[in-house]
């Protein structure tokens, strides 16, 4: 049965397809105005991205439209494309049946940001590649909005297509809408759609979110930006907080994670920190890296998060020098307890025997010492750090990455006040948060 989101929404039932946004008459001024055709489509292969194509005559100067910063008016819908939003890459030229010189052009179509005046009252967006972790319908809310994501009639059939093929599908809708019912300016939709793309991100664990919004009011479409940020194309077994299909947590804990992050990604201090570790968990997670490369981000990223943390809560700048005199895995330990998120790898065999083989001293043979041992023998390779990482072996990697992504997952859900269940990425159990469970972490 089609999702009544579906009429709202443009053509998408064809995974790894262009997307068609518009058809149509164009206009361009060189200064004078010309008439010619074209379309806007997003474009999902290689990447999503958004392209413009149109037909110009040669002789009447096409080429003066982006050198002396003219503009492109879409016919019916009288959109205005400045030279600032349209980066052409191709022009081909033909010639017509009356022996006319024309130009095929193609090129890039940037987001529109013009958006501060533009009113709605709901906003209807796209999802691309997210999995089937929670029922056909999820509904999450603030204090201010509400959003309601639906699968798309077809999900079955575009998952298998994207799995085979790496590749892009929209698999899910959403509508946002202010609680109140009252309209809203498309900027401040803009603002709550970003963070919902990097809270589904987190929990998808690849970048994915809302992308190709489309704005109404009283049914009347008043915003269409085209708009397509980053999107990672699909990888079979890539999971985030939440598993990928008939996972535990309910609705009510999701929403304790979204109102959480929503909280904290409205503070101008900790919103850019979310983002960046999340997009780094993100750039680990999905394994297309290469391992020791992961290996360096995930410190990097658990660095990122230390720092976070200290600069917030302690405005004591002696605490700062003292903190940047530790040694790394002391940071990232310290930060962990804090977190009362535990550091032993007791139920790791292959991480304790490369640490009793490594360490010789009273360094505590834990995760953030395996991570940063390792780490180190990586970025300094002198003979006497490649051995550490020569004896190691891809296992030991694989295993020291996947504690690091536990420790990044679980610090983020600690910051945002999350108390429930999340998908260990050492076991694969989804199991209560430690800090719920009154755990206090281990030296």
Same mark, same amino acid.
């Given at each position: 049965?089609?999702?009544?989101?579906?009429? @709202?929404?443009?053509?998408?039932?064809?995974?790894? %397809?262009?997307?068609?946004?518009?058809?149509?008459?164009?206009?361009?001024?060189?200064?004078?105005?010309?008439?010619?055709?074209?379309?806007?489509?997003?474009?999902?292969?290689?990447?999503?991205?958004?392209?413009?194509?149109?037909?110009?005559?040669? !002789?009447?100067?096409?080429?003066?439209?982006? %050198?002396?910063?003219?503009?492109?008016?879409?016919?019916?819908?009288?959109?205005?494309?400045?030279?600032?939003?349209?980066?052409?890459?191709?022009?081909?030229?033909?010639?017509?049946?009356?022996?006319?010189? @024309?130009?095929?052009?193609?090129?890039?179509?940037?987001?529109?940001?013009?958006?501060?005046?533009?009113?709605?009252?709901?906003?209807?967006?796209?999802?691309?590649?997210?999995?089937?972790?929670?029922?056909?319908?999820?509904?999450?809310?603030?204090?201010? *909005? %509400?959003?309601?994501?639906?699968?798309?009639?077809? +999900?079955?059939? $575009?998952?298998?297509?994207?799995?085979?093929?790496?590749?892009?599908?929209?698999?899910?809708? !959403?509508?946002?809408?202010?609680?109140?019912?009252?309209?809203?300016?498309?900027?401040? =939709? %803009?603002?709550?759609?970003?963070? #919902?793309? *990097?809270?589904?991100?987190?929990?998808?664990?690849?970048?994915?979110?809302?992308?190709?919004?489309?704005?109404?009011?009283?049914?009347?479409?008043?915003?269409?930006? *085209?708009?397509?940020?980053?999107?990672?194309?699909?990888?079979?077994?890539?999971?985030?907080?939440?598993?990928?299909?008939?996972?535990?947590?309910?609705?009510?804990? $999701?929403?304790?994670?979204?109102?959480? @992050?929503?909280?904290?990604?409205?503070?101008?201090?900790?919103?850019?920190?979310? @983002?960046?570790?999340?997009?780094?968990?993100?750039?680990?997670?999905?394994?297309?890296?290469?391992?020791? !490369? =992961? $290996?360096?981000?995930?410190?990097?990223?658990?660095?990122?998060?230390?720092?976070?943390?200290?600069?917030?809560?302690?405005?004591?700048?002696?605490?700062?020098?003292?903190?940047?005199?530790?040694?790394?895995?002391?940071?990232?330990?310290?930060?962990?307890?804090?977190?009362?998120?535990?550091?032993?790898?007791?139920?790791?065999?292959?991480? /304790?025997?490369?640490?009793?083989?490594?360490?010789?001293?009273?360094?505590?043979?834990?995760?953030?010492?395996?991570?940063?041992?390792?780490?180190?023998?990586?970025?300094?390779?002198?003979?006497?750090?490649?051995?550490?990482?020569?004896? =190691?072996? /891809?296992?030991?990697?694989?295993?020291?990455? =996947?504690?690091?992504?536990? +420790?990044?997952?679980?610090?983020?859900?600690?910051?945002?006040?999350?108390?429930?269940?999340?998908?260990?990425?050492?076991?694969? /159990?989804?199991?209560?948060?430690? *800090?719920?469970?009154? #755990?206090?972490?281990?030296?």
């Amino acid at each position: 049965m089609d999702s009544p989101l579906e009429s @709202f929404a443009y053509p998408i039932s064809i995974p790894n %397809e262009n997307i068609p946004l518009w058809d149509g008459e164009f206009e361009y001024y060189t200064p004078d105005v010309h008439k010619t055709t074209g379309k806007v489509f997003a474009r999902m292969l290689p990447s999503p991205d958004v392209r413009i194509e149109f037909e110009g005559n040669i !002789g009447i100067g096409i080429d003066d439209v982006f %050198e002396r910063r003219e503009k492109l008016r879409l016919g019916s819908i009288g959109a205005l494309l400045s030279r600032g939003r349209t980066r052409l890459d191709s022009i081909s030229h033909y010639n017509n049946e009356e022996g006319d010189i @024309f130009n095929h052009c193609k090129g890039d179509l940037t987001l529109d940001l013009s958006n501060e005046q533009i009113e709605c009252d709901k906003v209807v967006f796209h999802i691309p590649n997210y999995i089937d972790n929670y029922p056909s319908e999820l509904r999450l809310t603030d204090n201010t *909005w %509400e959003i309601v994501s639906v699968k798309v009639s077809n +999900y079955k059939d $575009i998952k298998e297509k994207i799995e085979s093929t790496a590749g892009f599908g929209i698999t899910h809708l !959403g509508i946002l809408r202010r609680l109140d019912g009252a309209t809203f300016k498309a900027s401040d =939709a %803009e603002t709550i759609l970003i963070k #919902l793309y *990097w809270f589904l991100s987190f929990a998808r664990g690849s970048v994915c979110g809302p992308m190709l919004y489309i704005g109404s009011l009283n049914n009347i479409k008043t915003w269409e930006p *085209w708009n397509v940020p980053l999107q990672h194309p699909w990888k079979k077994g890539t999971h985030g907080w939440m598993s990928s299909k008939n996972s535990t947590i309910n609705e009510t804990a $999701i929403n304790q994670a979204f109102q959480g @992050f929503i909280r904290k990604s409205t503070d101008d201090y900790w919103r850019p920190c979310l @983002f960046q570790a999340i997009h780094w968990y993100t750039e680990v997670n999905r394994s297309t890296i290469v391992l020791e !490369g =992961a $290996i360096a981000l995930l410190q990097l990223d658990l660095e990122l998060i230390s720092w976070a943390i200290l600069e917030e809560t302690s405005p004591d700048k002696t605490k700062f020098e003292s903190f940047d005199k530790m040694k790394a895995h002391e940071k990232i330990r310290d930060t962990l307890k804090r977190l009362s998120i535990p550091t032993d790898i007791d139920g790791i065999p292959l991480l /304790n025997q490369y640490l009793d083989e490594i360490i010789t001293d009273d360094t505590p043979k834990d995760g953030p010492t395996a991570i940063t041992s390792l780490r180190n023998a990586i970025v300094h390779p002198r003979k006497n750090k490649r051995s550490k990482i020569e004896s =190691a072996g /891809n296992e030991v990697k694989y295993a020291a990455r =996947a504690v690091g992504l536990n +420790y990044i997952l679980l610090a983020l859900l600690k910051i945002i006040g999350y108390n429930g269940k999340y998908l260990n990425h050492n076991s694969w /159990n989804e199991e209560p948060v430690p *800090w719920s469970r009154g #755990l206090d972490s281990k030296r």
